[in-house]
């Protein structure tokens, strides 16, 4: 079971811009066979590589903590950062939460 939401916001000018955007998803999962310390990180690896093979050159990973990360990146002369949380939430379920923002100066 999952459901998700977002927001959507930006400024482009001739040769700048702004961009930021969210989303969020909960989704099932079974208590039993849920290894919640590997999440994050094979979540983390999927994505990176996803970038990767895009052709955008990620310059920064901040892993502080367990349930968290970012990724900055550039691409196309513009500059980025991705953030996903993860976090348990009642009736068995996992909630996913990521922003993004992006500017080209």
Same mark, same amino acid.
Do not use: H, W
């Given at each position: 079971? $999952? $459901?998700?939401?977002?927001? /959507? !916001? $930006? %400024? #482009? %000018?001739? !040769?700048?811009?702004? #961009?930021?955007?969210?989303?969020? #998803? @909960?989704?099932?999962?079974?208590? +039993? ?10 979540? &983390? &690896?999927?994505?990176? &590589?996803?970038?990767?093979?895009? %052709?955008?050159?990620? *310059?920064?990973?901040? +892993?502080?903590?367990? @349930?968290? #990360? !970012? /990724? ?9 950062? /991705? *953030? ?6 009642? $009736? ?5 939460? !990521?922003?993004? &923002?992006?500017?080209?100066?």
């Amino acid at each position: 079971m $999952g $459901g998700g939401g977002g927001r /959507l !916001s $930006g %400024g #482009f %000018g001739r !040769s700048s811009y702004n #961009f930021s955007t969210g989303a969020s #998803f @909960v989704c099932k999962v079974d208590s +039993n066979n849920f290894d919640e310390a590997t999440v994050i990180p094979t979540l &983390q &690896q999927a994505i990176e &590589q996803s970038m990767v093979k895009a %052709g955008v050159k990620i *310059t920064n990973r901040d +892993n502080k903590v367990p @349930v968290e #990360f !970012s /990724l900055a990146y550039s691409v196309n002369e513009a500059e980025g950062k /991705l *953030t996903v949380s993860a976090r348990r939430v009642p $009736g068995a379920q996992y909630s996913f939460v !990521s922003s993004l &923002q992006e500017s080209r100066k």
